[in-house]
């Protein structure tokens, strides 16, 4: 749980109780950890609250998951006593758990891919990037291989943020206990974007729960004390690269959105018939229509083997992944398209996949493939992707090409990066005659 989220929440019950709209969220490569995390960045809640005596801090908790099992309308199959962290502990925790899911050759990979995107400095450790982003911006989370609940206080107190924190992350407990959230990720590799969907559902349902649990059981005094801004958090949360801040916030943002839908429609019943049909694609969760309507992502083919083998001697390929409607409209805006018109480029997104290709003498190349919904979709985001390639580190180039297997009737738009100029006319040869 992060901390920003729960000062998403805080405001959209500060909006409600002043007759304003309904909880809402407002639109906006990651692998997908075992431990859901609460995200906290912009706000770091400062507890005022005195310590509950440890007799009654049992009791604390015991009460709030009560009032969860209330609203929710899941059985706490098991009840759980959440551990109490300082943010040091927190973070050796995180870390160590971090790197021991992620080896070194993983992470280097991703960093690479970013930095070909220009999605991530040339001298940025993407490591050092996401370890302090878990030592800095999460305040709870839950062990789901443990089935142990952790909540950071910096202070030792147990106040309205930290009780609101273990609502979110209790609910994650009732989740796992319903509908295995652990297995929801497990097949998670070479599927960056689905992965995405499927967290925002998990994370869309708790902050909703999270949201309805303040409105019920904070005071106004107690909400106005989780709007408080920790100046050193925020500035930690607004440093980070936008593809990992934007990232780490969206399955809280859109996820609400998404549950709110359909919480609207039926109320939880609806949010737990979502677990028996999730979301398969960002694109899905910006567009709660289109989850409604089953629109799924194309298949592209793309062979990073076969396209390695066809560079030449002495290349080798990253497993394939897919970006989705979300991280390419990031993509477009933090390589020079402005915000709206990079959203509105990304939308009509049919399905894309991406490999980053090493070469000798560290020569790179990246090659991205998109599928579109209509013609319309396909040369907006062409003419969007053009400007974004010529503002990229390396070599680079968007243009349409032949997609084999793909059934659809709008242009196939690639994406080439490469190194040098030499080795992009190579890849761009390669793409003319049809990627592998």
């Known amino acids: 749980m992060s901390r920003l989220a729960a000062l998403l929440a805080a405001a959209l019950v500060a909006l409600a109780a002043c007759g ?65 962290l300082s943010q040091a502990e927190a973070t050796s925790r995180l870390v160590a758990e971090y790197r021991k899911k992620n080896p070194p050759e993983k992470v280097a990979e991703a960093e690479d891919t970013l930095k070909a995107l220009g999605l991530l400095a040339a001298d940025a450790s993407l490591d050092s990037l996401t370890a302090g982003m ?18 950071i206080s910096r202070s030792g107190a147990i106040g309205p943020s930290e009780k609101a924190y273990f609502s979110h992350e209790f609910t994650h407990a009732l989740q796992d206990q319903h509908f295995d959230v652990e297995g929801i990720g497990a097949s998670a590799s070479g599927q960056g974007d689905r992965a995405l ?19 019920a059981n ?26 990992l801040r934007e990232t780490l916030m969206f399955p809280y943002q859109q996820g609400i959105a998404l549950a709110m839908a359909a919480w609207m429609k039926g109320g939880w019943d609806a949010v ?29 083919p793309l062979d990073g083997a076969a396209l390695a083998k066809a560079m030449g001697a002495g290349w080798s390929g990253t497993p394939e992944d897919t970006l989705g409607e979300f991280q390419l409209s990031v993509w477009l805006r933090e390589n020079g398209v402005v915000a709206l018109p990079a959203g509105a480029a990304a939308a009509g997104w049919g399905g894309d996949r991406y490999v980053y290709l090493r070469g000798p003498n560290e020569t790179y190349a990246l090659a991205l493939l998109t599928a579109w919904d209509a013609q319309v979709d396909a040369d907006e985001f062409l003419a969007a992707a053009k400007t974004a390639a010529a503002n990229l580190p390396g070599a680079a180039e968007a243009r349409v090409v032949p997609t084999l297997g793909v059934d659809r009737l709008a242009d196939h738009v690639a994406v080439l990066v490469a190194s040098d100029a030499p080795t992009l006319a190579k890849l761009s040869q390669l793409a003319l005659a049809g990627l592998p």
């Open 197 to 215: 969907a499927r967290l925002s559902l998990v994370e869309g349902d708790a902050t909703l729960l999270m949201t309805r649990w303040m409105v």
């Open 20 to 84: 304003g709209p309904s909880p809402s969220a407002s639109p906006s490569p990651a692998v997908t950890p075992t431990q859901t995390t609460t995200p906290g960045a912009s706000a770091s809640p400062v507890p005022s609250a005195t310590p509950a005596p440890s007799g009654d801090t049992a009791g604390l908790f015991r009460a709030i998951e009560d009032q969860v099992v209330a609203e929710r309308g899941l059985e706490a199959k098991q009840r759980l006593v959440p551990t109490i």
């Open 218 to 243: 904070l005071s106004p005094a107690e909400l106005q004390e989780m709007l408080v801004v920790d100046q050193e958090t925020q500035a930690q949360y607004n440093a980070l690269p936008a593809i």
């Open 134 to 151: 878990l030592g800095s911006q999460v305040a709870a989370f839950y062990d789901t291989e443990a089935n142990e609940l952790f909540v």
């Open 272 to 300: 737990d018939a979502m677990y028996s049909r999730q979301p398969a694609s960002t694109e899905q969760v910006l567009h709660p229509e289109k989850y409604e309507a089953g629109e799924q992502p194309v298949e592209v």
